[in-house]
């Protein structure tokens, strides 16, 4: 039996609702934000409570599913010690940085495509092609 065990939210939620109310952010931004606090929370259920939360305190925005949440975390993850890339990645779309993360790049990759995804500002699927051919050779 799968019993949810009764943990303290309320910093986590903190955290988001600040994040939301700063209207000016752009949508990388904030999900950045919502990704770092996330992050800050050790257990597995977090990305899930953060989602159910934006849902109930937000029902018209869009794109918290729970596992967009963890993509957040892990976009999070990926830039917190690379403050230049980071700058990078904040100038494409989510979808493409999704791509991008998803796709087994070192560093040096990683920082080719974000360059070339902000110079070409190429399509999800044309960004997918790039990957699969080995663009960055």
């Given at each position: 039996?799968?019993i949810r065990k009764?943990?303290?939210?309320?910093?986590?939620?903190?955290?988001?609702?600040?994040?939301?109310?700063?209207?000016?952010?752009?949508?990388?931004?904030?999900?950045?934000?919502?990704?770092?606090?996330?992050?800050?929370?050790?257990?597995?259920?977090?990305?899930?409570a953060a989602a159910?939360?934006?849902?109930?305190?937000?029902?018209?925005?869009?794109?918290?599913?729970?596992?967009?949440?963890?993509?957040?975390?892990?976009?999070?993850?990926?830039?917190?010690?690379?403050?230049?890339?980071?700058?990078?990645?904040?100038?494409?779309g989510w979808t493409?940085?999704?791509?991008?993360?998803?796709?087994?790049?070192?560093?040096?990759?990683?920082?080719?495509?974000?360059?070339?995804?902000?110079?070409?500002?190429?399509?999800?699927?044309?960004?997918?092609?790039?990957?699969?051919?080995?663009?960055?050779?």
């Open positions: 039996m799968n009764n943990i303290d939210y309320t910093q986590l939620y903190a955290a988001i609702d600040s994040a939301m109310e700063a209207a000016e952010k752009k949508q990388m931004e904030l999900y950045c934000e919502i990704g770092k606090a996330v992050c800050q929370r050790s257990e597995k259920g977090a990305a899930v159910a939360y934006l849902s109930e305190h937000n029902p018209d925005a869009q794109g918290f599913s729970p596992r967009n949440l963890r993509r957040m975390r892990d976009f999070y993850r990926a830039y917190e010690d690379q403050p230049a890339l980071l700058s990078l990645a904040l100038q494409i493409q940085n999704v791509v991008i993360m998803e796709a087994d790049l070192s560093m040096e990759q990683l920082k080719w495509y974000l360059k070339a995804e902000i110079q070409f500002g190429w399509s999800k699927a044309e960004l997918t092609e790039k990957l699969t051919y080995n663009a960055h050779e």
